[in-house]
């Protein structure tokens, strides 16, 4: 009986199946590659203690000379301030992770010596995550429903910044995870009332009967970021909860 060709046993596809790259980028594959994009930032911040978190939305383009980066800025340390000190996770900023809004509420948060959050996002062009923010707390992901899933998951409350399709897209898939009840009922603070209302005619939607008046009670706005600040905690006043 002839020798078995050893060859065989070196063919590119025979490998263990965490190594089969062609495997893992399959169409088959797909849910197994969300599991891994969501479990990655998961246990690291179990590991930080992460447990809950204030959300800044805002434009990637936002300069620094802008009184939006300054407000941004001063929230982030806001937020920062409103622990025990640099290793209290119990409240943590969480951005996008990029520049401009983002870039500026890590600052604010790293100007105190408080930790925070960047769900940084991978893009045809790369976004570079500022370096602001906490290196062990800096996240990529592939896909934008899972890292939208890690902006949702430990929120107390939401502080959106002017923005364009980015910021308006995060903004109108959280409110209506809230408003159908997928998501519990947290503050939403948008932050200049002149640019949103310029953007979204909220009376027209409710004018075309599409929204309900009661809906006008999911946000409220500020100019700046004391009145952000002052909003989430007279929500949590209003509603007898604890938000740290």
Known sequence: MPAQ????????????????????????????RLQVDYLKAEEKMK?????????????????ENNKNYR????????????GKGPDDCFLTLMTGGGPGI??????????????????NIKLPHEQIPNPYITP???????????????????????????????????????????????????????????FWKSVVNIDFLIQEKVISKDDLSLFTYAENADEA????LSWY????KRLF
């Not at 407000?71 to 409103?82: I, N, Q, T």
């Not at 006043?237 to 007898?240: A, F, G, I, Y």
């Open 5 to 32: 060709d050893k060859t065989y046993y070196k063919h590119e596809k025979y490998t263990i199946t965490v190594e089969d790259l062609d495997f893992f980028y399959s169409d088959a594959a797909r849910g197994l």
């Open 47 to 63: 590991e930080e203690g992460i447990e809950h978190t204030i959300v800044v939305f805002g434009s990637a383009r936002t300069e």
């Open 136 to 194: 062990d707390l800096s996240f990529q992901f592939y896909y934008f429903g899972i890292r939208k899933l890690h902006f949702m998951q430990r929120a107390k409350a939401l502080v959106v910044f002017p923005g364009g399709f980015g910021t308006l897209d995060e903004l109108f898939d959280l409110l209506t995870l809230i408003q159908t009840g997928k998501s519990p009922l947290i503050p939403i603070v948008l932050v200049s009332k002149s």
């Open 102 to 119: 983002m870039e500026a509420a890590n600052r604010g948060a790293a100007d105190v010596g408080a930790k925070s959050i960047g769900l």
């Open 71 to 82: 407000e941004a800025r001063k929230f982030g340390a806001l937020v920062g301030k409103s």
């Open 229 to 232: 600040w002052q909003e989430i």
């Open 237 to 240: 006043d209003k509603h007898e």
